[in-house]
């Protein structure tokens, strides 16, 4: 990728295992401020356990991940949850606290890291929650939504805090049509009208190539192509041809690795 804007996210050489089992194997990749950055691959591929290392969940067996010029594996306690709160999450399940109404759920962050009164926590959150167009639902619990509802209202608690970079695990996964095109537009929207930075985990590739700026795909640990979403659309790699035309045949094999069939027999 070009390097005309500061990249905020810059990932070297990120190898990670669990146990014997090699996951990442030198991930390199850079997130410039302002842009909304895609990375593809198959569940399975390490998307998500590239993403605990954005967060410090995480540490690499070698490489790094740096957020806002800090390598985030060399950061103390303190430091690493300073570097947390300049990040929103939009977590795969939407992570919402069953308990709290969505007034509450918006409203957590902000009286846990801020010292707002309530009277501007209750107007932020409104205003938080008229951004993503569930403003009159303030006073529903997490049972009462719909699926869409339910991710609109988590995309409006990662951004409840005014984070520098926003990172979204599988938003897409589990939506109707209708609601996987709204939820693609806000994070395209709000993105450019906060001047915040998106990285865009998924497997879901049309929404994706539609609102993100530079594209990753990750397949056995690495990343095997990049580009602009025009780019990828044309591209001849084999395993991006066989992720865009989702076809059987191709890099991805179905089998998990293993045996001859019949050895088992």
């Known amino acids: 990728m070009k390097q005309s804007t500061e990249n905020l996210v810059e990932v070297s050489d990120l190898h990670f295992a669990y146990g014997k089992r090699q996951v990442l194997k030198g991930i390199n990749l850079t997130?410039?401020?302002?842009?909304?950055?895609?990375?593809?691959?198959?569940?399975?591929?390490?998307?998500?356990?590239?993403l605990h290392h954005f967060g410090g969940q995480l540490k690499p067996s070698s490489g790094s991940v740096?957020?806002?010029?800090?390598?985030?594996?060399?950061?103390?306690?303190?430091e690493l949850y300073a570097m947390r709160?300049?990040?929103?999450?939009?977590?795969?399940?939407?992570?919402?606290?069953?308990?709290?109404?969505?007034?509450?759920?918006?409203?957590?962050?902000?009286?846990?890291?801020?010292?707002?009164?309530?009277?501007?926590?209750?107007?932020?959150?409104?205003?938080k929650l008229q951004a993503v167009g569930l403003r009159n639902a303030h006073?529903?619990?997490?049972?009462?939504?719909?699926?869409?509802?339910?991710?609109?209202?988590?995309?409006?608690?990662a951004i409840a805090i005014d984070p520098t970079?926003?990172?979204?695990?599988?938003?897409?996964?589990?939506?109707?049509?209708?609601?996987?095109?709204?939820?693609a537009n806000l994070i395209r929207k709000l993105n450019d009208a906060l001047g915040v930075t998106s990285v865009v985990v998924t497997y879901d590739m049309s929404e994706s190539l539609k609102i993100a700026d530079y594209v990753y795909f990750i397949h056995d640990g690495v990343v095997v192509a990049e580009g602009g979403a025009a780019e990828m659309l044309e591209s001849k790699d084999p395993f991006v041809h066989q992720f865009i035309h989702a076809e059987p045949d191709g890099p991805v094999a179905f089998q998990y690795p293993s045996r001859p069939y019949a050895e088992d027999l």
């Open 31 to 50: 997130i410039p401020r302002g842009k909304v950055v895609a990375i593809l691959g198959v569940s399975g591929c390490g998307k998500s356990t590239l």
């Open 66 to 78: 740096k957020v806002l010029g800090k390598v985030i594996h060399e950061l103390n306690n303190d």
């Open 85 to 127: 709160r300049e990040m929103g999450m939009m977590f795969q399940v939407s992570g919402l606290f069953s308990d709290l109404t969505v007034y509450d759920n918006l409203a957590f962050p902000m009286r846990e890291h801020t010292d707002l009164s309530e009277e501007m926590i209750r107007d932020l959150v409104l205003m």
């Open 139 to 157: 006073g529903l619990m997490p049972k009462d939504l719909s699926g869409g509802m339910e991710r609109r209202v988590a995309l409006a608690r």
């Open 165 to 183: 970079l926003i990172i979204y695990d599988e938003p897409f996964a589990g939506l109707d049509p209708i609601s996987l095109n709204i939820i």
